[in-house]
């Protein structure tokens, strides 16, 4: 006899594979479409998006959960029922607090603000974008009204992209990192010349660069039978099922950070999509539980893997190898150190590992007054200079190098922006209780081996999919709430090294 | 005020929209997709496929076509109201015929058959496949009854691929083909030495095949800013609108043709996409009309233009200049009467352009005996051997290279082969219309240039889309009905030059 929890993941799947091919409409559009099939495809994402929304916000849906829930009240915390309940519940509740007239107007904004921003942005003119990002800072408000909150409205917008977390623990959070973060990297600055990195500013071969990023993903444990490297200008990853999760990323001909490390970067996000549990699939936890966790595991891969002494003692001389006219004159250390440059800069994208949280934190502060009405949209571009200042000593020369640089403002999606830092600091908290439960991890990963580490990632973190809240997870994986400090003993170990201090 | 016309096309837009959802899922799973994302791959296509009959199919769909139909009573046959609800009556009409229990079986079977093909022709063992063929003849035999027919069940299945034509029609012109193409493949035997296929059996470096086929493509009028350029194992064409229509083909090192020919097949294919009118935009009406109608566009390409002399002397050069070592000591005339070399062979895709046809009477010949019980399927490798010998002069030496080499008897699609003999039909029909009407057309085919050819294309067959049927079409454009005379005065004309006849 089919149980009512049976009949609800029926409908699911139906929901699921729904968006599925929509996540493959959107992968192909960055990836092989050509530009002027978009008027079509942004009707078929369209349709293909409301067709999942329609589907899940029925009363019919609402009463089949329940009555699923009322079924499965004995099944424990822990098991897959409950935590698709859970996880349904929530998400049904949600969306049906989106009325189809904000979503209509929502979508219309975004789908105008985004080409004045390119516009904005290529002529370095704010007043270009300044009155669609006013109609996007007045849909966030609305938005958080819609959703709801107890304390404060960025929490509703927070609660998106990093479930259950409020906008107080990341100040909090946030504060502490930088009053840690600022004297390292003015002790940095003042010892600057200690590194060059002038290895990586070569002209490199594309051919060979798309061999070794293929080569080191595949060393960290991405699977390329259930995987495949795109090129786009963007890099990201998505997956279509734990056995087709893909990574993409970009060649540039006379810089390898930028192959490199978005490659391991995307890696680190599908590896986490290939390591939920096969009992998940078809559902909506078959996924990364959070933006932020999510980034945990990319920034994982691409930092503490990545820009790790003993992955470059693995993997540089095949790098030599391919690249010897521009590399066996460096030693293994001279590229150590030069993928490691800390340099405060204009663009997030591009920021070092220590400073890409200021970049953050700049955001996650001028979001919140934005939201609150502290900051009018026309003062945004001072406000952002003089943030600037504060956190990393210096001052875009233009609005495209400042507060037009990033895309995400084209959207309502306040919110998103402290979940890239919290990737940083999950990350670290994580490889530290890694390291203390399994010793073998560090010095494997003194040889450039991550085999017991992924494991160890499978174990605790991957195969749960989104069963747990990112607070539930990191406690249960940790044994306490995110904080700073996992990340602060890393970068000040790591770079005091690096720089002598 | 919106008309009932009006209300019907905004439904009609959400069931395309998920049919070019589910065929990029189809495109993907050729071209990126890793092995291990099948399962999941197949439950998506599944599950969209399952959406757009289900929502097409609804008592409330064919109430909104009958009211639409009524209301436009009076708009011209030509007109795109007036012909996308032929489209639509008989379409729906169609598929409300097969019910849910025929499309559960059908697709079981073939789910099981494929791999079971797989495996016979892989051990060249009939047997392993001869039960899962029987019950393919059994649902097409049941097929025939859902949709009905008045002569011959036949008549039924071809209905499908090629709208209105019938088999007794097919046979005529099929028999006149034996009758006047057996002789000449007879002369051209005798007289075999003629042609020598040396020059395009070598080593071919392939990142110059790929320049190379993406500048023929592109210089026959395949637009790359609506396209793109993919790798398979088997080549195909495909369209998410007129501004993405999409080619593939594959690359040997050692041998030219399949990824010249197949590129400038698959880019016929698309060019005839590409080409329907943009008020077609988002309807069933935007893509070619039949299998028939559409092959032979691609045979156009491929045959009339791709295996012309003028066609090789316009680009021979460029070829030449990418593969000196092998091409320097070959003229262009020896280059020609390579790519032209008329050899019975045992594999249908292998086969030349005058041979090709008989592959396809022999499937289309054995597909209506087995239909109508004339043939059991236990005797059928005996058959395939003795038609073989009757119209290409040879015998396989096994089944594998026989009547086990085409993957499409594992589903109920008998029909479907006749449509590329069809193809080469029409194609000479259509070019010696196109050159009766234009001569400029000739002259500059002698120089290679296919611009006057492809506006006349676009002009009478293109833009239509599926507006009329093929047998319309054909007698529209070229003002009688299909028969094998064209065909026939262009192969003799051609291969009696190639071989001194």
């Not at 949209?377 to 600037?388: E, F, G, I, R, S």
């Not at 990393?392 to 640089?405: E, I, K, S, W, Y």
């Not at 940083?424 to 580490?453: D, R, S």
């Not at 499978?458 to 607070?471: A, L, M, S, V, Y």
Request: overall charge negative.
């Amino acid at each position: 006899m089919t149980t009512k929890f049976e009949a609800l993941l029926e409908k699911i799947y139906t929901i699921h594979d729904l968006e599925k091919a929509l996540m493959l409409l959107s992968w192909d559009r960055e990836t092989n479409m050509p530009p002027k099939g978009d008027t079509a495809r942004i009707d078929q994402m369209t349709t293909l998006r409301r067709l999942a929304h329609e589907m899940f916000v029925t009363d019919e849906m609402g009463e089949l959960i329940a009555t699923a829930v009322a079924e499965q009240a004995n099944a424990p915390y822990d098991s897959n029922e409950a935590s698709q309940l859970r996880y349904l519940q929530r998400h049904y509740a949600d969306q049906r607090k989106l009325t189809p007239d904000y979503v209509k107007r929502s979508s219309e904004v975004s789908g105008q603000a985004r080409p004045a921003w390119v516009q904005a942005r290529a002529e370095s003119n704010f007043a270009l974008f300044q009155p669609w990002l006013e109609q996007v800072v007045e849909l966030c408000q609305e938005l958080a009204e819609l959703y709801g909150y107890e304390d404060d409205p960025y929490d509703a917008l927070l609660d998106k992209y990093e479930p259950n977390m409020k906008t107080a623990e990341v100040r909090a959070i946030f504060d502490a990192v930088k009053k840690e973060s600022i004297p390292l990297r003015q002790a940095i600055a003042a010892n600057a010349d200690a590194v060059d990195d002038a290895p990586v500013h070569q002209p490199f071969a594309i051919d060979q660069q798309k061999q070794f990023v293929r080569a080191i993903t595949a060393a960290i444990g991405y699977d390329y039978d259930r995987g495949h490297l795109g090129t786009v200008v963007h890099p990201f990853a998505t997956s279509f099922t734990r056995d087709d999760a893909r990574i993409t990323t970009r060649w540039y001909p006379d810089f390898l950070n930028p192959a490199l490390f978005g490659g391991l970067h995307e890696a680190g996000h599908a590896m986490y999509e290939q390591g939920t549990h096969p009992d998940l699939y078809r559902t909506p936890l078959a996924r990364g539980t959070s933006l932020g966790i999510h980034e945990s595991q990319s920034r994982m891969m691409e930092n503490i893997v990545g820009r790790s002494r003993g992955f470059w003692e693995a993997h540089y001389p095949s790098l030599q190898a391919l690249f010897p006219e521009q590399l066996n004159r460096y030693r293994v250390e001279d590229f150590y150190r030069a993928v490691n440059k800390v340099q405060p800069s204009f663009i997030r994208v591009e920021a070092d590992e220590l400073t890409y949280n200021f970049h953050i934190i700049l955001r996650f502060e001028l979001e919140q007054a934005l939201l609150n009405g502290d900051l009018a949209v026309k003062d945004l571009p001072t406000a952002w200079n003089d943030k600037m200042q504060e956190l990393l000593g210096v001052t875009p020369p233009n609005d495209a190098q400042g507060c037009l640089q990033d895309v995400h403002w084209s959207r309502p999606g306040f919110g998103y922006f402290p979940t890239y830092a919290l990737g940083n600091l999950y990350a670290a908290q994580f490889y530290e209780t890694a390291v203390a439960q399994n010793p073998t991890i560090a010095t494997a990963m003194a040889q450039g081996q991550t085999t017991a580490l992924v494991a160890w990632l499978r174990e605790n973190i991957h195969q749960h999919g989104r069963k747990f809240t990112p607070g539930e997870l990191v406690q249960r994986v940790t044994g306490q709430p995110l904080s700073h400090h996992a990340f602060v003993r890393y970068v000040t170990a790591k770079f005091s090294d690096i720089y002598r201090l």
